[in-house]
T-cell receptor, first 108, second 113 residues
Framework: KNEVEQSPQNLTAQEGEFITINCSYSVGISALHWLQQHPGGGIVSLFM???GKKKHGRLIATINIQEKHSSLHITASHPRDSAVYIC??????????FGQGTRLTINP | EPEVTQTPSHQVTQMGQEVILRCVPISNHLYFYWYRQILGQKVEFLVSFYNNEISEKSEIFDDQFSVERPDGSNFTLKIRSTKLEDSAMYFCASNLLNGDEQFFGPGTRLTVL
């Protein structure tokens, strides 16, 4: 069983829709990271959180430590949000352990 | 805004050849990482580096791999004798503090023929 599981694997939506991507992890963590991978391959960090909720523009990330679950929400989705969204965890040690990613496609 | 840079963006090599992938982390960062992503698979940790030594390495990081910080700016990953299965995107990352947000470079796509 993977340490980090994401759902769904693929998500297609229409512009303007509210998007939710889920991440579950199996062991205790020090922080959870949401990253965005563009079609060219580059990876950008969106959020790092260890409790509660963070918001940046149209993106919101939440985490429930007791349930070992996090969600990434995108409000008023736009075609430029199309990318692979990756959940990763760190456990005190420096390395990140990655989920398999969710491929999001927003159609105009 | 400071960023992590990597060169080359794409490297094609013959099986058995040595390759060196180069990274310039953000200048005041202290922790450095290499990750790789085989096409269609998830990103995997290779090695972390701090204070001029390896702090952690994965099972993937066998004797064919080595890392070095030869000067104050570059961080390199060397693969001594490349195999077909080394074909992947290699990402360098860095952060200032242990456990902090990591900043990724754009990646080097390695193709082994």
């Amino acid at each position: 069983k993977n340490e980090v599981e994401q759902s769904p694997q693929n998500l297609t939506a229409q512009e303007g829709e509210f998007i939710t991507i889920n991440c579950s992890y199996s062991v205790g963590i020090s922080a959870l990271h949401w990253l965005q991978q563009h079609p060219g391959g580059g990876i950008v960090s969106l959020f790092m959180l260890s409790s509660g909720k963070k918001k940046h523009g149209r993106l919101i990330a939440t985490i429930n430590i007791q349930e070992k679950h996090s969600s990434l929400h995108i409000t008023a989705s736009h075609p430029r949000d199309s990318a692979v969204y990756i959940c990763a965890v760190s456990r005190g040690a420096q390395k990140l352990v990655f989920g398999q990613g969710t491929r999001l496609t927003i159609n105009p | 805004e400071p960023e992590v840079t990597q060169t080359p963006s794409h490297q094609v090599t013959q099986m058995g050849q040595e390759v060196i992938l180069r990274c310039v982390p953000i200048s005041n960062h202290l922790y450095f990482y290499w990750y790789r992503q085989i096409l269609g698979q998830k990103v995997e940790f290779l090695v972390s580096f701090y204070n001029n030594e390896i702090s952690e390495k994965s099972e993937i990081f066998d004797d064919q791999f080595s890392v070095e910080r030869p000067d104050g700016s570059n961080f390199t990953l060397k693969i001594r004798s490349t195999k077909l299965e080394d074909s992947a995107m290699y990402f360098c990352a860095s952060n200032l503090l242990n456990g902090d947000e990591q900043f990724f470079g754009p990646g080097t796509r390695l193709t082994v023929l």
